[in-house]
């Protein structure tokens, strides 16, 4: 729990450090792309906690016949073996399919696993509204994109424009796109900012 707990830190250091933030500038990757792997990351991070603490979880138990890794016969299998199967529930709670071939056995671990489907369904509906969400305005620009370069395609073929200037115009309506939806973003951004606060943001 302290190593998690330094973990969070760590991210949060990371998150905030100039070196991290000129790094996502230089890559120039796309907002929605990062928040998807935001997403993957704390999706990771959390079925990998709950299945090493539902393991857990069973080594506290007095009778050892009364516990879900005995009674799914790994306890003398190899670690990895057992991280796996650990995983596998906690990836099974979490979407909701509960194929019910590792039930919890003990009060504890009944006890566990509704905590952990309650947070899991809440995660997991939280997890599929941002990724729809990000998806859409995704599909959305590069649809506005896509039909712009149609339209430069098909304008090309009819006047048999050059490949060299069908290419520089190509290029010019990327980059102006890419540049409108940023100043679109910060026009946006400065509306929604007090009056008394939009000087320094200006400056």
Same mark, same amino acid.
């Given at each position: %729990? =302290?190593?998690?707990?330094?973990?969070?830190? #760590? !991210?949060?250091?990371?998150?905030?450090?100039?070196?991290?933030?000129? =790094?996502?500038?230089?890559?120039?990757?796309?907002?929605?792309?990062?928040?998807?792997?935001?997403?993957?990351?704390? #999706?990771? *991070? %959390?079925?990998?906690? *709950?299945?090493?603490?539902?393991?857990?979880?069973?080594? *506290?138990?007095?009778?050892?016949?009364?516990?879900?890794?005995?009674? /799914?016969?790994?306890?003398?299998?190899? $670690?990895?073996?057992?991280?796996?199967?650990? %995983?596998?529930?906690? @990836?099974?709670?979490?979407?909701?399919?509960?194929?019910?071939? #590792? $039930?919890?056995?003990?009060?504890?671990?009944?006890? +566990?696993?509704?905590?952990? %489907?309650?947070?899991? !369904?809440?995660?997991?509906? +939280?997890?599929?509204?941002?990724? /729809?969400?990000? +998806?859409? /305005?995704?599909?959305?620009?590069?649809?506005?994109?896509?039909?712009?370069?149609?339209?430069?395609?098909? +304008?090309?073929?009819?006047?048999?424009?050059?490949?060299?200037?069908?290419?520089?115009?190509?290029? *010019? #309506?990327?980059?102006?796109?890419?540049?409108? /939806?940023?100043?679109?973003?910060?026009?946006? @951004?400065?509306?929604?900012? $007090? &009056?008394?606060?939009?000087?320094?943001?200006? &400056?």
């Amino acid at each position: %729990m =302290l190593r998690i707990v330094r973990l969070f830190k #760590i !991210v949060n250091l990371l998150k905030n450090s100039a070196s991290f933030k000129r =790094l996502l500038q230089f890559i120039n990757m796309n907002v929605g792309v990062q928040r998807i792997l935001m997403i993957a990351g704390s #999706i990771i *991070f %959390m079925v990998h906690l *709950f299945a090493c603490l539902y393991f857990l979880l069973s080594t *506290f138990e007095d009778d050892d016949d009364n516990n879900w890794v005995v009674y /799914s016969g790994i306890i003398d299998a190899e $670690p990895s073996y057992q991280y796996i199967y650990s %995983m596998y529930w906690a @990836l099974q709670t979490l979407t909701t399919v509960g194929y019910g071939d #590792i $039930p919890a056995r003990s009060i504890f671990e009944k006890i +566990f696993a509704l905590v952990w %489907m309650i947070i899991g !369904v809440g995660f997991y509906s +939280f997890t599929i509204g941002n990724l /729809s969400s990000i +998806f859409n /305005s995704i599909d959305v620009k590069a649809a506005q994109l896509q039909l712009k370069l149609n339209v430069l395609a098909d +304008f090309a073929k009819r006047t048999k424009l050059s490949e060299e200037i069908q290419n520089r115009i190509k290029l *010019f #309506i990327e980059n102006n796109y890419t540049e409108h /939806s940023a100043m679109s973003e910060q026009r946006i @951004l400065l509306s929604e900012v $007090p &009056s008394s606060m939009r000087s320094d943001f200006v &400056s």
